[in-house]
C-alpha cells in the first residue's frame, strides 16, 4: 500500500510538472505608430513555441491595459505619445500588482511626457531635446557589434558576442540603476544595446533596442534575446 501511495504521489508530481511545463506564456503584443515587417517579424513569435500572443494595435492598443485578461507579460512594439489619464492609471495598476514587460526598439520612443513610463524602460530616446547634445537621434542599415555586458543573469547567460545589421540609436537617455546587459563599441550607437530591472518585486522589465529588422528577426542571437526576455518577464527563467 505504502508503495502504492508513493506511486500515487510520483505520478501526481509528474504531471504537474508536465503541466507547467505546457503552460504557455501569455504575451499582449501592442503595435502601431510606427510601420515594421510584419510578415518578418510574427515569422519570428511564431516560432517561439511556448509563447502565445494577442495583438492590439493603435489607436485602440490601450485599452488592453484596461481589459488586461491575466496576461504574464506586455510586450511594447508600438509608437505612439497618446494615452488617456484612465489608461495610464491601469497600466500603473499592473504594474503594481505585477506583470512582465518588454520593449522593444522604438517603444523607447513613445510617451515623451509620462515619467511613469520613462522609469518602467529604464530609458528614453529623446525627440525634443533642446540642442543636437540633448536630442537623441537613429541611423538605419548600420553593422555594430553587440557584447555580453552581463555573462551571469539568466537572459544573457551562454550567449557570446555577435554581430547586428540593423538600426542604431544615438544620446538616448539611459537611467543608471538599470541592470545592463548588452553593450556595443560602435561609437555613433548608445553605449548599451539591452538592459533589465526590477521596477518591483513582482515587475521585471527588460529593454532590447536593435529590432528595426526585418534582417534581424532571422537571427538565431536576437530570437533567444527576446524569447528569453518574455520568459524572464514572466518568472519563467
Ligand atoms: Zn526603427
Known sequence: MKTFAAF???????????HAQEEKISVLLLTGGHGFDRP???????????IE??????PNANAGFLQPEGYDVILFYDMVQ???????????????????????????????????????VGGRYIENGEDTQ??????????????IADKTH???????????D??????????????????????????????????????RSVYLQPGHGPGIFAESS??????YSLEWAAFRR
Open 8 to 18: 500515487l504521489l510520483l505520478f501526481i508530481n509528474l504531471s504537474g510538472l508536465t
Open 40 to 50: 518578418a517579424f510574427f515569422d519570428m513569435l511564431d516560432s517561439f513555441e511556448n
Open 53 to 58: 500572443y494577442k495583438e492590439m494595435r493603435h
Open 82 to 120: 497618446q494615452i488617456s489619464e484612465a489608461e495610464k492609471a491601469a497600466f500603473e495598476g499592473l504594474v503594481n500588482q505585477g506583470i512582465g514587460l518588454v520593449f522593444l526598439h522604438h517603444a523607447i520612443v513613445s510617451y515623451q511626457d509620462w515619467d511613469f513610463y520613462r522609469e518602467v
Open 134 to 147: 540633448t536630442q537623441s537621434n537613429y541611423r538605419h542599415d548600420v553593422q555594430f557589434d553587440a557584447w
Open 154 to 164: 539568466p537572459i544573457t547567460r551562454g550567449m557570446k558576442a555577435f554581430d547586428i
Open 166 to 203: 540593423d538600426e542604431i540609436y544615438g544620446q538616448v537617455f539611459i537611467a543608471p540603476e538599470v541592470n545592463v546587459l548588452i553593450s556595443t563599441s560602435h561609437p555613433e550607437s548608445m553605449e548599451h544595446l539591452m538592459w533589465c530591472r526590477e521596477v518591483n518585486p513582482k515587475t
Open 222 to 227: 536576437y530570437q533567444k534575446l527576446l524569447k
